[in-house]
């Protein structure tokens, strides 16, 4: 099936992280609320074979294990088939939601040897079978002959040549490895995949991304070049802006700012629009929280409530950068816990298989997609993409409202205590409904007054 023709480019949508989820789950979500709601991509962790590992007694085989490729073969991952793949990919598609997959090009396996999820038997530097046919391999030879972890992150060349937490480095630069990746992720494309999410990028040389991405097909049915946003956790040794002509790069600086201005309350100035890390918005992915950020190095994430949600309604409403909503498990502090799994290993090599996510019976999982103050916000930023942000009220550093051109309004209330709201705005007379709450709210005479909740936010928009 064609995905309708009259859709946004893919920068100006938003993007929901579906971490962890299985893949028959993920095509439920995009029939049943993603593609209804305007979300116009997912998406989701590493779909190649993985490697299994049993962390301790009792069966437990962290989410980590999906970023030790063993080959790049779909089948058998523990979150499903290739089929079941395939079949997300199609019916996603079908309701205008694009899959992004997590793409792992620096790197492949960490432990001495093993058994893969498909079944495939690998050592640290010996990946037989890549593709499940027996023709390509990885030997010694094709990683990177530095073969040691990386310890001094201000060496350049350690950070790209050397092993991130002791996984067996490619050799990204070599014809060889580049042709196996590029094989790897045009089969993705040719399954309809739109774009990736690559992992680890500023492991790799700037010129081997180059080479690798430079030769991607074009997204069949989507029309054009796959979405492609790269992983970059940008400093002085190796700057973000580095990688800009090959994608859009995450933007943790964006991230750090945004998430320690709603944890504190600090919220008014961030109407404001700086190159965060020296990124413009057209080139920044920007987010609350990722799937690392919530483990290691939390400062707002779903175990905070209302306030994370209300810093995700305000992500999807401010212009900056490519949003991407993080949705995944409860981990109960216990970071390399593993996701909702079925329990039962029946046969498979993958171990515990995971369990289908149900945000109507969400046992585990944290939907927060669904929250009702963000739910609605995808819609909100359809209405409004291309509009510039007009600041129209605020109220002290912790309530702040403003306008997204004559498409959108929205205020925030960053406090413990209702905000009795009284603001202009260019909003076209009329009743709307809160795209980030209940009930509707009247915007009468150029001017809107609404009750916001504490820790809430109000947000009306045309076209709904
Ligand atoms: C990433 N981006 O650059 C991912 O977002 C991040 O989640 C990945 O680390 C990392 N890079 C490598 O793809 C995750 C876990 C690590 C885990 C690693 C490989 O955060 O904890 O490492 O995936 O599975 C694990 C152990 C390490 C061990 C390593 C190799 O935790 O102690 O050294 O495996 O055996
Ligand atoms: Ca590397």
Request: proline residues 6%; hydrophobic residues 30%; charged residues 25%.
């Amino acid at each position: 099936a064609q995905p309708p023709q009259t859709q946004q480019a893919p920068e100006d949508g938003t993007i929901v992280h579906l971490f962890q989820w299985t893949w028959d789950a993920v095509a439920q979500e995009c029939t049943d609320f993603l593609g209804p709601e305007g979300f116009t991509g997912v998406q989701v962790s590493p779909p190649q074979e993985h490697v299994v590992v049993e962390y301790d007694e009792g069966g437990n085989y962290p989410w980590w294990q999906d970023y030790q490729p063993v080959s790049y073969q779909l089948d058998n991952t523990r979150r499903g088939t290739a089929d079941d793949f395939q079949d997300m990919v199609d019916t996603c598609a079908d309701n205008g939601v694009r899959i992004y997959v997590d793409a792992v090009v620096n790197h492949m396996t960490g432990p001495d040897s093993g058994t893969g999820s498909n079944g495939t038997e690998w050592s640290k530097y010996e990946h037989p079978d890549l593709f499940g046919d027996g023709e390509y391999g990885y030997g010694q030879n094709d990683f990177e002959p530095c073969f040691e972890e990386i310890t001094d992150w201000d060496d350049r060349g350690q950070v790209q040549d050397c092993e991130l937490l002791g996984l067996a480095d490619l050799d990204t630069g070599a014809d060889y490895v580049q042709e196996r990746l590029v094989q790897y992720l045009n089969g993705l494309i040719g399954m309809g995949v739109a774009g990736f999410r690559v992992d680890a990028t500023k492991h790799v040389q700037v010129e081997h991304v180059d080479a690798i991405f430079s030769q991607l097909d074009d997204v069949p049915g989507w029309g054009g070049q796959p979405h492609v946003y790269h992983e970059v956790i940008g400093d002085d040794t190796i700057p973000y802006t580095d990688y800009t002509d090959h994608g859009q790069i995450t933007n943790f600086d964006h991230h750090r700012d945004l998430s320690h201005s709603f944890a504190d309350g600090d919220i008014a100035d961030l109407t404001e629009m700086p190159d965060h890390g020296g990124l413009t918005s057209d080139e920044a992915v920007v987010f609350v929280d990722n799937h690392d950020s919530q483990r290691y190095e939390p400062i707002l994430t779903y175990a905070d409530g209302d306030r994370y949600y209300l810093a995700t309604a305000f992500l999807l409403a401010h212009p900056y950068g490519t949003p991407v909503v993080m949705s995944g498990y409860d981990f109960e502090g216990n970071d390399a816990e593993g996701p909702p799994s079925t329990g039962e290993e029946e046969g498979n090599p993958a171990g515990w298989l995971t369990e289908d996510a149900d945000c109507d019976n969400p046992s585990g999982w944290t939907c927060d997609h669904r929250d009702e103050a963000v739910a609605g916000m995808a819609g909100f930023r359809t209405a409004t993409a291309g509009n510039g942000l007009e600041e129209r009220t605020r109220d002290g550093e912790s309530r702040v409202a403003f306008d997204r051109g004559e498409d959108g309004f929205a205020a925030f209330n960053a406090t413990d205590s209702e905000w009795e709201l009284d603001s202009e705005t260019s909003l076209p007379d009329g009743e709307y409904p809160n795209a980030a709450g209940p009930g509707t709210v009247a915007v009468s005479g150029g001017q809107v007054q609404a009750t916001v909740p504490a820790d809430g936010a109000v947000a009306l928009h045309t076209g709904g």
